[in-house]
């Protein structure tokens, strides 16, 4: 499976991301804002950019699972309830750990992580929750048929 986040829009609080899935478009998505990393740059200079919990991931294609639980979200009644706890979990991004997609509104429910949902509200994404579900149902598909998943992050400014 290959995912597309095309980030459309940055500014100094968040960016926001169109997804697409295998070449469709599934929903958007709000992170930290962009700091115009990427993943041909040491780890070194990606943590002297790096704001903690403040920066979007570095530009690249990363490996995602959906079978690793949360410490985080795995009490959580939502997650715990619909996915036992288990996020989409972005692996091997320099300089970075435990980067989820999960639900949320804006920049202040991420911590470099991602929100899913539709940006029809300036710096906030809604129907976060429908947005996840569509996302995650279609992630777990290519997980239980051994379907290696993965994301490519771009920007178009």
């Given at each position: 499976m290959k995912i597309e986040v095309i980030r459309i829009f940055n500014c100094d609080r968040y960016c926001i991301s169109h997804i697409y899935i295998d070449g469709s478009y599934v929903c958007d998505g709000i992170e930290d804002t962009d700091r115009m990393?990427?993943?041909?740059m040491?780890?070194?200079?990606?943590?002297?950019k790096k704001v903690y919990g403040k920066t979007a991931i570095p530009i690249g294609t990363y490996e995602m699972t959906i079978d690793i639980v949360s410490p985080k979200f795995k009490q959580k009644p939502y997650y715990k309830n619909f996915c036992n706890g288990k996020l989409p979990r972005l692996h091997n991004v320099k300089g970075f750990l435990g980067i989820l997609w999960h639900r949320g509104m804006d920049e202040n429910s991420t911590a470099g992580c991602m929100i899913l949902g539709y940006n029809k509200v300036k710096g906030k994404v809604i129907n976060s929750q429908e947005?996840?579900?569509?996302?995650?149902h279609k992630l777990d598909?290519?997980?239980?048929?051994?379907?290696?998943?993965w994301v490519k992050y771009s920007r178009t400014y």
């Open positions: 990393l990427d993943d041909t040491t780890v070194e200079y990606i943590k002297s947005a996840f579900e569509k996302v995650y598909i290519a997980n239980r048929i051994g379907e290696k998943i």
